[in-house]
C-alpha cells in the first residue's frame, strides 16, 4: 500500500518562512509527479505547485516567486519551501501524488493527510 508523510507546517509570523515535506512509501514502480495543494476555510482547494517525473515545476500565480517546489528522487520525496508568507496563505496543505503501484499494475492517485499552515501577526 502507497501512502503520503507529511511533516511541517505550524504558525508564522507574516514574512516568515517554513518548509513542508512529503514522502512516499510503500511498493510501487514509479511516481509520475508529486504536488502540493492548499484549502482554506470557505474555499475551493486548490493547486498550489506541481513537479512531475520530467523535471518541470508550475506554481499557482499567487506564490510565484515565494514558493519553490523540490523533489529528492532517491527518497520519493516532494519539498514545498515557502518564503514571504502572507495571511492569504493561510490553508490546510496537502500532499498529492500520482504513482505506478506495482500491484494493481496502474497509475493511482494519493493524498497526504493535511498539515496546517498559519500565517498571522
Known amino acids: 500500500q502507497v501512502q503520503l508523510v507529511e511533516s511541517g507546517g505550524g504558525s508564522v509570523q507574516p514574512g516568515g518562512s517554513l518548509s513542508l515535506s512529503c514522502a512516499a512509501t510503500g511498493t510501487f514502480f514509479g511516481i509520475y509527479f508529486m504536488a502540493w495543494y492548499r484549502q482554506a476555510p470557505g474555499r475551493q482547494r486548490e493547486l498550489v505547485a506541481r513537479h512531475t517525473n520530467r523535471g518541470t515545476s508550475d506554481y499557482l500565480d499567487s506564490v510565484k516567486g515565494r514558493f519553490t517546489i523540490s523533489r529528492d528522487a532517491a527518497k520519493n520525496t516532494v519539498y514545498l519551501r515557502m518564503n514571504n508568507l502572507k495571511p492569504e496563505d493561510t490553508a490546510v496543505y496537502y500532499c498529492?501524488?500520482?504513482?505506478?503501484?506495482?500491484?494493481?499494475?496502474?497509475?493511482?492517485?494519493?493524498w497526504g493527510q493535511g498539515t496546517q499552515v498559519t500565517v498571522s501577526s
Open positions: 498529492n501524488a500520482d504513482v505506478f503501484v506495482r500491484s494493481y499494475n496502474s497509475r493511482q492517485n494519493y
